[in-house]
């Protein structure tokens, strides 16, 4: 009938404006690197921020002692102890993830940090004697913090913006290890905050405590990012003394990366106009967790009205953005059943959609299919575009040169289609040089991460 006619064409478009070959994942790839060349050179100099992160050494795996890790960055917030026991030793860990109750990510600041202190409190009274303090010392804390940070020193920074859902208002500027000491001290916690990191670059420091060959991270969870080892004299806006080490950790922001080779379409223009950040994180509004639900639900809105795929009425929960979320997406994607029975009580749950025939169902499912391998294939270019970066996108000359991504979030770690689809995509382009690149899932790297640059940063050393 007429109305299938018209929701095949809109599915047909959104395949065709969504499509990434190959042949436009390299250009994609190559503003990439060329943006990051760029906000290496000044400050301003691109929408790639490439902060410098002040970590200029890696764990060595010699760091001990007892560190608190804190991660804050999207819907949830976790607290962790380590306990380091030098070379060769396990690392003891304890952590704890609370969910950020949503009217704190649009509240104050002084609320949303009283409580985040306040978790920290408490879990820190749970301290058992597997954990040791030396007498008359304080604790030390390594803080994530996933958004955009002007780092002014290892351990202190002030917010540029926020990201993710994060709406608070008066936080921007501040100094957030500032803010999170004054909560600290207003719930009575005796804490120092002894290195203020992202959560890529936790994961960095995690991945290289495991493995000496990692190079770089990325996060694909809530939000996307990615940092990566960089030589200090290729940062010409770097004006400090050069570190020892002769590198820097830089935290590219790629999510604010934008271009105009990235396959966009109409739903992501009204997603990004109708965001809490417009014209902000138009990557990250592609490819992240938080919005790969989001695009579908669009989609289905715009069949719903113009193709009346739903029947006459247009479903009202449809109306609500993000309430389709990606977790629910991914489940839909996933489903293997021959009459495609999650597609339809995800439908009937949430949306209040009761009777969906099999053909709405497949439809729903290619849409999911085409809104995460988009999100996929423009992660691997954004990997390729930072390999060619590091000069480790080729074969150089018979050498073998083991290159290793540390990889977390919870979109990387449950969407087993998105994943799947972004490693065997970097592959697609590497070509013969995907022999000596290695994606890595970094479990919880970044909160070990963070404790472990803690530790080389300790008061005490
Ligand atoms: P954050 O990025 O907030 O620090 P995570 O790394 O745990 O936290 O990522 C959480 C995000 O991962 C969620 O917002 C969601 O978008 C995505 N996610 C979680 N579970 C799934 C799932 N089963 N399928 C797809 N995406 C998921
Ligand atoms: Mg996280």
Redesign the pocket.
């Given at each position: 009938s007429d109305r299938w006619a018209k929701a095949e064409a809109i599915l047909k478009e959104l395949d065709e404006e969504c499509g990434a070959p190959a042949a436009k994942l390299r250009p994609v790839a190559d503003a990439m690197t060329v943006e990051m060349h760029a906000g290496l050179a000044s400050e301003g100099g691109s929408k790639l921020k490439m902060l410098i992160s002040y970590v200029d050494n890696l764990p060595t795996g010699d760091e001990k002692g007892l560190f608190y890790a804190l991660d804050l960055?999207?819907?949830?917030f976790r607290v962790m102890r380590v306990q380091l026991g030098g070379k060769g030793s396990k690392i003891k860990q304890e952590s704890e993830e609370v969910s950020i109750p949503p009217h704190l990510m649009i509240g104050s600041s002084q609320e949303l940090f009283d409580f985040i202190a306040g978790a920290l409190a408490k879990f820190v009274s749970t301290e058992g004697e597997d954990f040791h303090l030396p007498p008359g010392r304080q604790r030390e804390l390594g803080f994530t913090f996933?958004f955009p940070v002007k780092q002014l020193s290892l351990a202190s920074g002030t917010l540029i913006k926020w990201t993710k859902g994060f709406h608070i208002e008066g936080t921007v500027g501040q100094d957030v290890v500032g803010e999170l000491t004054k909560a600290m001290e207003r719930v009575g916690l005796d804490m120092r905050v002894a290195a203020l990191v992202n959560?890529t670059v936790g994961t960095l420091a995690g991945g290289r405590y495991n493995n000496p060959d990692v190079v770089a991270a990325v996060?694909l969870?809530?939000?996307t990012n990615a940092a990566y080892v960089e030589r200090a004299n290729a940062i010409p806006k770097w004006q400090g003394l050069l570190p020892k080490s002769g590198e820097m950790v830089i935290n590219m922001e790629w999510g604010n990366f934008r271009s105009s080779h990235l396959p966009l379409t109409e739903y992501d223009q009204s997603l990004d106009a109708e965001s809490l950040n417009p014209g902000e994180q138009i990557f990250e509004k592609t490819i992240s967790?938080?919005y790969l639900g989001e695009i579908v639900r669009r989609v289905l809105c715009r069949m719903a009205e113009e193709a009346s795929f739903f029947g006459d009425n247009i479903p009202p929960k449809l109306k609500i953005p993000f309430i389709l979320?990606?977790?629910d997406m991914?489940a839909m994607h996933h489903d293997t059943s021959s009459d495609l029975k999650v597609v339809g009580s995800k439908l009937k749950d949430i949306l209040e959609i009761p009777n969906s025939s099999l053909k709405m169902r497949k439809m729903i499912v290619e849409i999911c299919d085409i809104v995460a391998s988009r999100g996929a294939r423009l992660s691997a270019a954004a990997i390729l575009g930072v390999l060619k970066k590091l000069g480790r996108d080729g074969i150089k000359d018979g050498e073998k040169q083991r290159s290793v991504i540390a990889l977390?979030?919870?979109?990387f770690e449950?969407?087993m289609k998105f994943r799947n689809c972004m490693v065997s995509t970097l592959e697609e382009l590497l070509g013969e040089a995907a022999d000596n690149i290695v994606i890595e899932h970094s479990n919880d790297g970044s909160g070990i991460g963070a404790a472990l640059i803690a530790a080389s940063h300790s008061q005490y050393l």
């Open positions: 960055g999207g819907t949830n996933s959560d996060i969870g809530t939000g967790g938080m979320r990606t977790p991914s977390d979030g919870g979109l449950h969407y």
